[in-house]
């Protein structure tokens, strides 16, 4: 039995996706602000875009007001316009990654309803708004959810092109779009999109499914994009930004980055818990497909977005760094198959048996337990310190925070969504909704009740370090840790003098200003004997190295 195709049946007055885009607007604008960005993406990202404002240079990326030959500058751009409106500082930083979380549901919206029809849309909207990590990432300041919004309507408009070869329009779009990812986050967009139209070939049996003349008019177009800025930036600089870039890139294949190593299955271990609950619904569709007596649409973008799937899931699995958004771009072929499974059951008006349910309960109760159990253990961290080892990490749990055990409520109500999922007497289609809209209340409420407690664990305390010594005539260096905290909070300034920009000539040269050191409390004693501890916290310590009379 195939799927209806085209079907209108969740029309109403005040068309649904307008409720969610706005519903979508009230969780995703508030709180951006609430806690300091995080280490390291966060917070490096926003100091270059700072420092594109106080250099004025919008063309040339720079950290520590040095070149910086790791990203493009689009995402800084967009940041630097969010800072122009709303002040330097957390809330601006993560401005954009709201916007195009609003953009990201509509498109969604759109490209559902073009395959499929409305109620799809609208389903697959809801599922990715009501995902943990999908959500969560347009909470945050960093470049992957621009990125995998224009390499996915990339994609989009390709496989439009491959259904209607003639028509150039789709192609046109898509090297807009593939030209602008490029300019986000750089090459790896053309090498993901390349493995999946290559792949996509390989089951079509070498058959162009886009005439050659369109694929290279789609390179044009995205040549043509990306030369707006690379093209300019070669110009003006010569091709040291390509060629560090490229090293750069052949670095995160080859190599893990500090503290970024992790084990094979990593990212199929986050995606699948941190994709709750869409990903044991999509789970479903990679186990039983759907399938139909004549190819569909629908069949068909299925096909590309488990390609998709594969190549994200493999390709960042050889990449020696482990970090959570590499796989980021997996969040939309997941919620795809997950929302096909739902509009299966939903049209065919069958239910998820328990077997199938189990899956989705063992991840939605090991939320409930985590975030029921952290505030009742983290009460008293005096055991968990006991089994710890690490002295920066015993140091880091002995931070002062107030578990008032209202903190258990998010769980709570995870616990009663599940409950209500799994023996309410409702239709499915109202059973899921209710899932999905309150995993996104679980999650918001998730960020409001822990994210400062886990800063105040992790970070907070270096935080306020380097905010406390901000507009001073000093210098200021992390020692032992890599951190990007002390430009942004400082305020730093391009320096005057600068022989100073490395810490080994603040460590054992003879500055003319007040030298400032963080470092892990444990490290201390490696530092040279003329700095002089002034505050120990959580972990970090400050040391002062006051000017030499000989640089007075």
């Given amino acids: 039995m195939g799927l209806p195709i085209k079907t209108n049946r969740m029309n109403s007055r005040i068309p649904s996706i307008l409720l969610l885009l706005s519903l979508a607007a009230l969780f995703y604008f508030p709180f951006l602000g609430g806690v300091h960005l995080f280490d390291w993406d966060e917070i490096n990202f926003a100091e270059i875009s700072r420092e594109m404002i106080i250099l004025e240079d919008y063309l040339r990326v720079h950290i520590d007001f040095q070149p910086f030959f790791q990203k493009p ?13 709303f002040g330097i500082g957390a809330y601006a930083a993560r401005f954009p990654n709201a916007v195009f979380g609003i953009l990201t549901l509509f498109m969604l919206f759109k490209v559902g309803n073009k395959i499929v029809g409305r109620d799809f849309g609208w389903i697959w909207s809801l599922t990715y708004f009501g995902s943990v990590l999908p959500f969560l990432y347009f909470k945050s300041g960093i470049i992957d959810p621009v990125f995998n919004f224009f390499i996915f309507i990339s994609l989009v408009f390709l496989f439009a092109a491959s259904q209607y070869p003639k028509k150039y329009q789709s192609l046109t779009w898509a090297g807009i779009f593939t030209g602008l990812a ?50 300019a930036e070669t110009i003006k600089n010569g091709p040291a930004f ?120 063992a991840v939605g109760l090991l939320y409930v337990f985590v975030i029921i ?38 769980g709570l109500w995870l616990l009663s969504m599940l409950i209500y999922y799994l023996f309410s007497k409702q239709s499915f289609i109202k059973r899921i909704t209710i899932l999905l809209a309150g995993t996104a209340v679980f999650t918001f409420s998730t960020i409001i009740f822990f994210i400062g407690k886990i800063e105040t664990i992790s970070q907070r305390a270096a935080i306020e370090f380097y905010e406390s010594l901000s507009d001073k005539e000093i210098y200021v260096a992390p020692v032992g840790y890599k951190t990007y905290a002390h430009l942004f909070y400082t305020e730093k300034k ?6 100073f920009y490395t810490v ?12 400032y050191i963080v470092t892990k409390t444990f490290k201390e004693n490696a530092l040279p004997e003329e700095f002089e501890v002034q505050e120990r916290k959580n972990g970090f310590s400050l040391l002062l190295k006051k000017p030499s009379k000989s640089s007075q």
């Fill in 73 to 85: 500058p689009l995402f800084f751009w967009f940041q630097v316009l969010a800072m122009k409106i």
């Fill in 182 to 231: 490029m300019l986000t986050k750089g090459p790896v967009a053309i090498i993901i999109i390349g493995l999946v139209l290559l792949i996509y070939w390989f089951f079509q049996k070498f058959k162009w499914f886009i005439p050659f003349k369109g694929l290279l008019y789609y390179l044009f177009i995205t040549l043509l994009v990306t030369s707006l800025w690379f093209g």
């Fill in 242 to 361: 390509m060629l560090e870039f490229t090293k750069y890139q052949y670095k995160l294949f080859s190599t893990p980055d500090a503290g970024h190593k992790g084990f094979l299955g990593y990212h199929f271990v986050v995606l699948l818990i941190g994709c709750f609950p869409a990903s044991l619904f999509a789970l479903q569709q990679l186990v039983k497909p759907f399938k139909s007596s004549h190819l569909t649409d629908i069949q068909i973008f299925a096909r590309w977005n488990k390609i998709l799937l594969w190549v994200v899931l493999i390709l960042f699995s050889i990449v020696q760094s482990k970090i959570v958004h590499y796989s980021s771009l997996n969040y939309f072929p997941i919620t795809f198959l997950a929302s096909l499974s739902i509009y299966q059951y939903w049209k065919r008006q069958s239910l998820p048996t328990w077997r199938t349910n189990l899956p989705m309960i």
């Fill in 373 to 410: 159990g952290l505030p009742i253990f983290l009460r008293d961290p005096s055991w968990l310190i006991a089994q710890i080892k690490d002295p920066f990490a015993q140091a880091n749990l002995q931070a002062k925070v107030d578990w008032t055990g209202i903190e258990i409520l998010p």
């Fill in 494 to 499: 391009p320096l005057t003098n600068p022989v």
């Fill in 504 to 515: 080994d000539s603040l460590l054992n040269g003879h500055p003319d200003r007040p030298v």
